[in-house]
Protein backbone atom coordinates (compact mmCIF):
# COMPACT_ATOMS: atom_id res chain seq x y z
CA UNK A 1 0.00 0.00 0.00
CA UNK A 2 1.52 3.63 -0.92
CA UNK A 3 1.27 5.70 1.54
CA UNK A 4 0.26 9.73 1.59
CA UNK A 5 1.81 11.10 -1.78
CA UNK A 6 3.31 14.56 -1.69
CA UNK A 7 4.23 16.52 -4.82
CA UNK A 8 6.26 18.17 -5.73
CA UNK A 9 8.40 17.74 -3.35
CA UNK A 10 9.93 20.93 -3.93
CA UNK A 11 8.99 24.38 -5.33
CA UNK A 12 10.07 27.34 -5.97
CA UNK A 13 7.75 30.35 -6.81
CA UNK A 14 8.67 34.13 -7.25
CA UNK A 15 6.51 36.62 -5.19
CA UNK A 16 3.11 37.05 -6.73
CA UNK A 17 2.80 33.24 -8.94
CA UNK A 18 0.50 30.74 -7.54
CA UNK A 19 1.70 27.31 -6.20
CA UNK A 20 -0.02 24.52 -6.60
CA UNK A 21 0.62 21.39 -3.78
CA UNK A 22 -1.08 18.07 -4.78
CA UNK A 23 -1.99 15.54 -2.15
CA UNK A 24 -3.27 11.37 -2.34
CA UNK A 25 -4.09 10.21 0.62
CA UNK A 26 -3.63 6.55 1.39
CA UNK A 27 -5.49 4.40 -0.39
CA UNK A 28 -9.13 3.91 1.21
CA UNK A 29 -8.77 7.58 3.33
CA UNK A 30 -10.92 9.81 2.57
CA UNK A 31 -10.03 12.52 5.36
CA UNK A 32 -7.67 14.78 4.28
CA UNK A 33 -5.89 17.32 6.80
CA UNK A 34 -3.32 19.97 5.60
CA UNK A 35 -0.73 21.02 7.81
CA UNK A 36 2.11 24.17 7.78
CA UNK A 37 5.39 23.95 9.32
CA UNK A 38 7.28 27.65 9.35
CA UNK A 39 10.70 27.60 10.01
CA UNK A 40 11.74 27.48 13.43
CA UNK A 41 7.41 26.67 14.31
CA UNK A 42 5.84 23.57 15.14
CA UNK A 43 3.01 22.44 13.04
CA UNK A 44 0.06 24.48 12.53
CA UNK A 45 -3.31 23.08 11.27
CA UNK A 46 -4.47 24.51 8.55
CA UNK A 47 -7.68 22.77 6.53
CA UNK A 48 -9.44 19.41 7.04
CA UNK A 49 -11.30 17.86 4.20
CA UNK A 50 -13.52 14.90 3.14
CA UNK A 51 -14.18 14.09 -0.48
CA UNK A 52 -16.15 17.64 -1.84
CA UNK A 53 -16.39 19.27 0.95
CA UNK A 54 -14.28 21.41 3.46
CA UNK A 55 -15.41 20.39 7.14
CA UNK A 56 -12.85 23.11 8.59
CA UNK A 57 -10.97 25.80 7.58
CA UNK A 58 -10.04 27.26 10.85
CA UNK A 59 -6.43 26.99 10.21
CA UNK A 60 -6.58 28.65 6.69
CA UNK A 61 -5.21 32.03 6.15
CA UNK A 62 -8.26 34.56 5.19
CA UNK A 63 -6.56 35.45 1.69
CA UNK A 64 -5.02 34.08 -0.68
CA UNK A 65 -5.25 30.52 0.75
CA UNK A 66 -7.66 27.38 -0.50
CA UNK A 67 -8.37 24.23 -0.89
CA UNK A 68 -9.94 21.35 -2.06
CA UNK A 69 -10.55 17.61 -1.86
CA UNK A 70 -12.86 16.64 -5.31
CA UNK A 71 -14.89 13.43 -6.67
CA UNK A 72 -12.05 12.21 -7.79
CA UNK A 73 -8.14 13.23 -8.28
CA UNK A 74 -6.13 14.61 -5.57
CA UNK A 75 -6.43 17.43 -2.79
CA UNK A 76 -4.85 20.61 -3.71
CA UNK A 77 -4.12 23.91 -1.70
CA UNK A 78 -3.41 26.19 -3.62
CA UNK A 79 -1.63 29.72 -2.73
CA UNK A 80 -2.48 32.53 -4.83
CA UNK A 81 -0.09 35.55 -5.20
CA UNK A 82 2.74 33.85 -2.84
CA UNK A 83 4.64 35.69 -0.54
CA UNK A 84 8.15 35.09 1.03
CA UNK A 85 6.20 34.46 4.23
CA UNK A 86 4.78 31.47 2.44
CA UNK A 87 7.73 30.09 2.16
CA UNK A 88 7.20 26.62 4.67
CA UNK A 89 7.09 22.87 4.28
CA UNK A 90 3.45 21.92 3.65
CA UNK A 91 2.32 18.43 5.38
CA UNK A 92 -0.68 16.86 4.06
CA UNK A 93 -2.29 13.82 6.52
CA UNK A 94 -4.83 11.14 5.96
CA UNK A 95 -7.03 8.81 7.93
CA UNK A 96 -9.85 5.94 7.37
CA UNK A 97 -12.03 7.30 9.84
CA UNK A 98 -13.38 10.37 12.08
CA UNK A 99 -15.25 10.20 15.65
CA UNK A 100 -12.41 7.17 16.22
CA UNK A 101 -10.71 7.36 19.74
CA UNK A 102 -7.39 5.97 18.97
CA UNK A 103 -7.57 6.62 14.63
CA UNK A 104 -4.11 7.41 13.71
CA UNK A 105 -3.37 10.07 10.93
CA UNK A 106 -0.77 9.21 8.33
CA UNK A 107 1.14 11.74 6.79
CA UNK A 108 3.31 12.55 3.48
CA UNK A 109 6.68 13.94 3.15
CA UNK A 110 5.84 16.99 2.92
CA UNK A 111 6.50 19.90 -0.29
CA UNK A 112 9.01 22.59 0.37
CA UNK A 113 7.78 25.85 -1.46
CA UNK A 114 10.45 28.06 -1.07
CA UNK A 115 9.31 32.07 -2.36
CA UNK A 116 12.11 33.87 -4.07
CA UNK B 1 -6.22 28.74 24.65
CA UNK B 2 -4.67 25.02 23.80
CA UNK B 3 -0.98 24.74 23.44
CA UNK B 4 1.58 21.95 23.61
CA UNK B 5 5.37 22.78 24.83
CA UNK B 6 7.98 20.15 24.73
CA UNK B 7 11.16 21.15 27.06
CA UNK B 8 14.31 20.95 25.45
CA UNK B 9 14.22 21.96 22.02
CA UNK B 10 17.00 19.70 21.96
CA UNK B 11 19.45 16.32 23.60
CA UNK B 12 22.34 14.93 22.34
CA UNK B 13 23.49 11.39 24.29
CA UNK B 14 25.87 8.73 23.97
CA UNK B 15 24.47 5.59 22.66
CA UNK B 16 22.84 3.28 25.26
CA UNK B 17 21.12 6.13 27.57
CA UNK B 18 17.63 5.62 28.94
CA UNK B 19 15.52 9.00 28.27
CA UNK B 20 13.00 10.70 29.28
CA UNK B 21 11.19 13.66 26.63
CA UNK B 22 8.58 15.95 28.11
CA UNK B 23 5.37 17.44 26.47
CA UNK B 24 3.15 19.67 28.58
CA UNK B 25 -0.35 20.67 27.27
CA UNK B 26 -3.04 23.28 28.75
CA UNK B 27 -6.70 22.33 29.28
CA UNK B 28 -6.78 18.44 30.28
CA UNK B 29 -10.10 17.79 28.59
CA UNK B 30 -7.99 16.42 26.00
CA UNK B 31 -9.59 13.34 23.16
CA UNK B 32 -5.87 11.76 22.70
CA UNK B 33 -2.31 12.47 22.24
CA UNK B 34 0.15 11.00 19.71
CA UNK B 35 4.08 11.13 19.72
CA UNK B 36 5.63 11.02 16.05
CA UNK B 37 9.10 10.73 14.96
CA UNK B 38 10.54 13.31 11.96
CA UNK B 39 13.15 12.62 10.34
CA UNK B 40 15.03 15.55 7.95
CA UNK B 41 13.03 15.97 4.15
CA UNK B 42 10.55 13.12 5.88
CA UNK B 43 7.37 13.28 6.80
CA UNK B 44 5.70 12.57 10.46
CA UNK B 45 5.47 8.75 11.93
CA UNK B 46 3.22 8.30 14.51
CA UNK B 47 4.98 6.14 16.99
CA UNK B 48 2.44 5.58 20.01
CA UNK B 49 -1.01 6.99 20.44
CA UNK B 50 -3.06 7.41 23.96
CA UNK B 51 -6.85 7.75 24.37
CA UNK B 52 -7.75 10.10 26.91
CA UNK B 53 -9.14 7.30 28.92
CA UNK B 54 -5.70 5.32 29.15
CA UNK B 55 -2.89 5.81 31.32
CA UNK B 56 0.14 4.79 28.91
CA UNK B 57 1.05 3.00 25.68
CA UNK B 58 4.07 0.65 24.83
CA UNK B 59 5.99 -0.46 21.29
CA UNK B 60 9.11 -1.99 22.04
CA UNK B 61 11.72 0.41 23.64
CA UNK B 62 9.31 3.31 23.54
CA UNK B 63 6.55 3.55 26.22
CA UNK B 64 4.20 6.72 26.71
CA UNK B 65 2.68 8.16 29.86
CA UNK B 66 -0.40 10.67 30.12
CA UNK B 67 -1.35 12.50 33.19
CA UNK B 68 -4.54 14.47 31.85
CA UNK B 69 -4.79 16.80 36.10
CA UNK B 70 -0.93 18.08 35.47
CA UNK B 71 -1.15 18.58 31.56
CA UNK B 72 2.12 16.19 30.88
CA UNK B 73 3.27 13.24 28.78
CA UNK B 74 6.47 11.54 28.48
CA UNK B 75 7.95 9.36 25.84
CA UNK B 76 10.84 7.29 27.68
CA UNK B 77 13.28 5.63 25.11
CA UNK B 78 14.91 2.36 26.74
CA UNK B 79 18.74 2.06 25.46
CA UNK B 80 18.87 4.42 22.61
CA UNK B 81 20.43 3.94 19.73
CA UNK B 82 22.01 6.39 17.08
CA UNK B 83 19.06 5.07 15.21
CA UNK B 84 16.69 7.05 17.50
CA UNK B 85 18.22 10.31 16.20
CA UNK B 86 15.18 12.58 15.19
CA UNK B 87 12.73 15.15 16.31
CA UNK B 88 9.97 13.80 18.60
CA UNK B 89 6.97 15.71 18.55
CA UNK B 90 3.99 15.55 20.38
CA UNK B 91 0.51 16.20 19.28
CA UNK B 92 -2.98 16.88 21.22
CA UNK B 93 -6.08 16.26 19.96
CA UNK B 94 -8.71 18.44 21.47
CA UNK B 95 -11.94 17.74 19.25
CA UNK B 96 -14.40 15.82 21.01
CA UNK B 97 -15.87 15.28 17.45
CA UNK B 98 -13.13 13.14 16.08
CA UNK B 99 -11.66 15.23 13.81
CA UNK B 100 -7.37 14.87 13.72
CA UNK B 101 -7.61 18.93 14.09
CA UNK B 102 -3.97 18.41 16.57
CA UNK B 103 -1.90 20.91 17.68
CA UNK B 104 2.17 20.08 18.10
CA UNK B 105 4.47 21.36 20.09
CA UNK B 106 7.63 22.39 18.30
CA UNK B 107 9.51 19.20 18.83
CA UNK B 108 12.97 17.82 20.22
CA UNK B 109 15.75 17.04 18.46
CA UNK B 110 17.48 14.04 19.80
CA UNK B 111 20.68 12.77 18.36
CA UNK B 112 22.25 9.79 19.99
CA UNK B 113 26.04 9.51 19.69
CA UNK B 114 27.76 6.05 18.80
Known amino acids: NAGVMQNPRHLVRRRGQEARLRCSPM?????VYWYRQLPEEGLKFMVY????????ESGMPKERFSAEFPKEGPSILRIQQVVRGDSAAYFCASSLRRGIVNEKLFFGSGTQLSVL | KQEVTQIPAALSVPEGENLVLNCSFT??????LQWFRQDPGKGLTSLLL?????REQTSGRLNASLDKSSGRSTLYIAASQPGDSATYLC?????????????FGKGMKLTVNP
Open chain 1, 49 to 56: LQKENIID
Open chain 2, 91 to 103: AVNWDKGGSEKLV
Open chain 1, 27 to 31: KGHSH
Open chain 2, 27 to 32: DSAIYN
Open chain 2, 50 to 54: IQSSQ
